[in-house]
């Protein structure tokens, strides 16, 4: 009987999403100011910023491997991290002040690029 239980609780684990589902939101309008903005400041059309099915799909399991790579707090830091940088991408005046927005998030969030976003990027298709 106890392994019985054992099982159906792995089971039952196992197909509950990780809650880093409940953070796909906040990075989804974070991530789409800062894309408007770059957007504009390169004058093209901000509505390309919104997100496809698609992007969402590879942006939520992105955000799902960093909780299971690092866990909760690195995911919610991350997000506050996003949210930060799209109040500062308001400033930017250049596209090429995108990059280093980029860079500050990431370090920001304590994520290396070889560490932490090349494995995500390899595995969803899509980087933080």
Same mark, same amino acid.
């Given at each position: 009987m106890g392994k019985l239980a054992l099982c159906v609780a792995v089971v039952c684990l196992a197909? $509950?999403? !990780? =809650?880093?589902?409940?953070?796909?939101? =906040? !990075? *989804?309008?974070? $991530?789409? /100011?800062?894309? +408007?903005?770059?957007?504009?400041?390169?004058?093209?059309?901000p509505a390309g910023a919104r997100w496809s099915a698609a992007r969402r799909a590879a942006s939520g399991c992105a955000l799902r491997e960093? *909780? %299971?790579?690092?866990?909760?707090?690195?995911? *919610?830091?991350?997000?506050r991290a996003v949210e930060n940088?799209? +109040?500062?991408? /308001?400033? !930017? %005046? +250049?596209?090429a002040d995108f990059g280093g927005l980029a860079a500050r998030i990431h370090a920001a969030a304590g994520l290396r690029l070889q560490r932490d976003i090349v494995p995500i990027t390899r595995a969803c298709g899509v980087g933080l």
């Open positions: 197909t $509950q999403p !990780l =809650r880093a589902d409940d953070l796909l939101p =906040r !990075l *989804e309008a974070a $991530q789409g /100011a800062i894309d +408007a903005r770059m957007l504009t400041v390169m004058g093209a059309d960093l *909780e %299971r790579m690092k866990g909760r707090a690195a995911a *919610e830091t991350y997000v940088g799209a +109040a500062k991408a /308001a400033r !930017l %005046r +250049a596209a």
